[in-house]
Structure formats: structure tokens, C-alpha cells
Nanobody
């Protein structure tokens, strides 16, 4: 199973970006997908998650600005980030709980990070 994250970049404060995370490989089912971020010198923190039912959770710092969604057919999660602030600058990682068809078991997978820089 591979998770491919994309969409990071440089944006001015107040701007928007959309991150994507595509799952591929022997994916039979996905229970949850989420985004985490790690700023320089800080621990990795939860940004947003979405479970199969569509229930979402957000860090308080991003509520009202970020929206997580998933396209189940494409096995892809998105993170729409609006009203970006300099403190949103971090490497963003996607995460998924996946039932892998070859091993016949659930596993927790991480994608490579994508850098988001919010600066004027």
C-alpha cells in the first residue's frame, strides 16, 4: 500500500491550497484517512481526519478554515485549506487505515510529506 501526497507549496497569508492523498496498491477497504503536520522543532500533530461514515474531526487551530473530504471511488483524500496563516507552515503527512487484500489484515500507513509554506 502506498499513499501519495501532493499539493503543497508556497502561498501568501490568507491564501488557499488543496492537498491530495491517493492510496494505491492492494487496498481492499479504507476505514479512515487523515492529515497530520509537523512544523520545524515541533511534534507531529493531528490536523483532520475522516472516517468511512463521513464523520470528520479537526484540530481547534484549523476549524472553520480547513475541510477534509474523501473520494472513495478514487481512494483519495483531500484537505482544502483556506485563510492560511504563517503558523500553518509545516510538512503535511497523510495517514490511512487500510485493509490490505494481500495480507488480509488492517494496517496503518503514512504517505511522504508535502511542504506547505505560508509566507509573504
Amino acid at each position: 500500500v502506498q499513499l501519495q501526497a501532493s499539493g503543497g507549496g508556497l502561498v501568501q497569508p490568507g491564501g488557499s491550497l488543496r492537498l491530495s492523498c491517493a492510496a494505491s496498491g492492494s487496498v481492499l477497504s479504507i476505514s479512515t484517512m487523515g492529515w497530520y503536520r509537523q512544523a520545524p522543532g515541533k511534534k507531529r500533530e493531528l490536523v483532520a481526519t475522516i472516517i468511512r461514515s463521513g464523520t470528520t474531526t479537526y484540530a481547534d487551530s484549523v476549524k472553520g478554515r480547513f475541510t477534509i473530504s474523501v473520494d472513495n471511488a478514487k481512494k483519495t483524500a483531500y484537505l482544502q485549506m483556506n485563510s492560511l496563516k504563517p503558523e500553518d507552515t509545516a510538512v503535511y503527512y497523510c495517514n490511512a487505515g487500510v485493509f490490505e487484500s494481500i495480507r488480509g489484515s488492517w494496517g496503518n500507513y503514512w504517505g511522504q510529506g508535502t511542504l506547505v509554506t505560508v509566507s509573504s
